[in-house]
């Protein structure tokens, strides 16, 4: 049967939408907005539309209490605020591209029906990805639609105080569930195939997460992936066992690119549907939005998977305003996120040094370490920045954050400021609100872009913390010019303990050697730095610090554990 509201003569243009969360339903009622005659039908496989996905972890612990404000919007008010025919657990299961129809089917029905449309867009979204060997009782839940929010707290109900759960991926998503189940008082484990936790993290970025998460009762193993899922347990690939009452599946996501791909639409390099710069696909008449779709990157045009909720709306209405025939200005993907893991906050946007020297990019990276606000205004807590830049025309590349307080708030800062070109140095010139309550005079974005603004001028020279055994094996003197009250952080191996002020006096001790200094976080090491320049010394400053070299050291030590690890279960086997 063809569904059609009118003869094709005198019908309105039809849009058909498949997917009702955050781009397709962004879409939907933007096009609205914009066109009162237009007939528009939004095709939802799961039983709910426009529902907060963002939010379905909070509800877990309970910080969301109330189910209900997790539902946006339904059918009913849909269609009656908007004019919206919007069918949940209704699958589009093909695309007949010539005759611009699709083939439906509702879930709970063998029957298929079809509707034509002038202009299609896809908005599935991504699938979650699922461990390979699962038995068939094994309690193994995804977390993607509102559907396995209920799967999951039916679940989760039945479970006792204490019980053992297993959390399968180090994620966005696996770190939200693991924090939210962890403090309902399971025993909660993240098995983590990587050797960091958030991927988009650098590894001296991502150590103290994992030593984070770890201190607040979670189990973590690092380098590990599950082989095969049980009724009452998970096994890892090193042979150990794992206890599981319920296991979550948060290994990340595959966009549900099969109805493009059996349509015979072009699919990008990620296995994402490709899309111009007006997000329409191979064929004119199809958009595509949201995680189903390869985002233009922002740093080198090159096409790349975002899964982020806000760029989805934003995409679904730039297609609305196209279908609607409004000039539309596209904007590249930064991929700026953020995270709260068991009250440590960890953000990223653009590219990380890693990411770059993939790309053969010459980067400049500033580590700091500074207060979220006025340090004599009580409760100043520390965080931890770092800034990639590429190093022959000082554009910012990328940038993450990690601390307590005031995270959000300066990696939004330098993502306006890379959506707008702005240079590393000219953050230091940014006019930012500041209250001791708030920042400091001199806001640690500001800092960022002096510490650049000294790099560039060739005031200041640096090496990062993984250069620093190559610097030592090549005759270099590591000199610790911290206070003495600081040395029981620690210290690195083979420094000498020269305080700043006693340096004058006792520069000759190491005349004719290069010189690396550090202090705790890079700052009084530039001090001294710029001191023994005067004096005639070849010296340089180990960027960030004592506190980014020890949170190097853990990552290669976390590294290190790993691949010990994978080295004796070769042997083993």
Request: charged content about 25%; aromatic content about 4%.
């Amino acid at each position: 049967m063809l569904h059609r509201a009118a003869s094709p003569s005198t019908a309105p243009p039809v849009t058909v939408i498949v997917g009702g969360v955050a781009g397709g339903m962004s879409a939907a009622t933007r096009l609205r907005r914009l066109d009162e005659d237009r007939e528009i039908i939004v095709f939802e496989r799961s039983g709910a539309v426009s529902f907060a996905n963002c939010g379905l972890p909070y509800h877990v612990s309970g910080d969301i209490a109330d189910r209900a404000a997790l539902e946006l919007q339904d059918p009913t008010r849909l269609a009656a605020r908007f004019r919206i025919d919007a069918r949940v657990r209704s699958e589009v299961v093909a695309i007949d591209r010539a005759a611009k129809r699709l083939t439906v089917r509702p879930t709970d029905s063998a029957d298929e029906y079809q509707v034509s449309y002038d202009e299609l867009v896809l908005a599935p979204g991504a699938a979650p990805r699922l461990p390979s060997h699962v038995a068939p009782d094994a309690p193994v839940h995804p977390l993607r639609t509102l559907d396995d929010l209920d799967d999951l707290m039916g679940a989760a109900t039945r479970l006792s105080d204490g019980a053992p759960v297993v959390v399968i991926g180090g994620g966005y998503i696996g770190l939200e569930l693991a924090d939210n189940l962890r403090r309902l008082g399971f025993a909660t484990t993240i098995v983590q195939r990587g050797t960091r936790l958030l991927g988009a993290l650098d590894p001296e970025m991502a150590a103290p997460l994992a030593d984070h998460v770890a201190a607040q009762g979670v189990d973590v193993r690092l380098g590990r992936s599950v082989e095969r899922v049980f009724r009452d347990g998970v096994l890892l690939d090193d042979g150990s066992r794992l206890d599981a009452q319920l296991v979550i599946a948060a290994m990340g996501v595959e966009p549900e690119s099969r109805l493009a791909r059996d349509a015979g639409l072009e699919l990008g390099p990620s296995g994402g549907i490709a899309v111009d710069e007006l997000h329409r696909t191979s064929d004119p008449a199809i958009f595509a939005v949201g995680d189903v779709a390869e985002q233009r990157d922002a740093i080198d045009g090159g096409s790349r998977l975002v899964p982020l909720a806000g760029l989805a709306n934003r995409h679904g209405r730039a297609v609305a305003d196209t279908i609607a025939g409004r000039p539309v200005a596209s904007v590249p993907a930064l991929g700026t996120a953020i995270i709260d893991v068991l009250g440590l906050t960890a953000a990223s946007t653009g590219w990380s040094e890693e990411r770059a020297a993939a790309r053969g990019r010459a980067v400049r990276v500033i580590h700091t370490h500074p207060l979220s606000h006025a340090g004599y205004y009580p409760g100043a807590a520390p965080m931890s920045l770092k800034l990639v830049v590429d190093a022959a025309s000082d554009r910012i590349l990328g940038a993450q954050a990690v601390g307590t307080d005031g995270v959000d708030k300066r990696i939004d800062v330098i993502a306006t400021a890379m959506a707008a070109g702005l240079t590393a140095s000219a953050l230091a010139d940014l006019e930012l609100a500041y209250a001791p309550q708030y920042g400091s005079a001199k806001d640690p974005v500001n800092l960022l872009g002096y510490v650049d603004r000294n790099l560039a001028a060739g005031e200041d020279r640096t090496i990062q913390w993984h250069e620093l055994d190559d610097a030592i094996a090549a005759g270099a003197v590591l000199l610790d010019v911290r206070a003495e009250g600081q040395l029981a952080e620690g210290t690195i191996p083979g420094a000498t303990w020269i305080p700043v002020e006693d340096l004058r006096a006792r520069h000759h001790e190491f005349a004719g050697r290069r010189v690396v200094v550090h202090c705790r976080v890079g700052q009084g090491a530039h001090t001294a730095a710029r001191l023994l320049s005067g004096l005639g010394h070849d010296v340089v400053n180990l960027d960030g610090g004592y506190l980014t070299w020890r949170a190097g050291e853990r990552a290669r030590t976390i590294e290190r554990e790993a691949t010990d690890a994978a080295v004796r279960d070769i042997r083993a086997a």
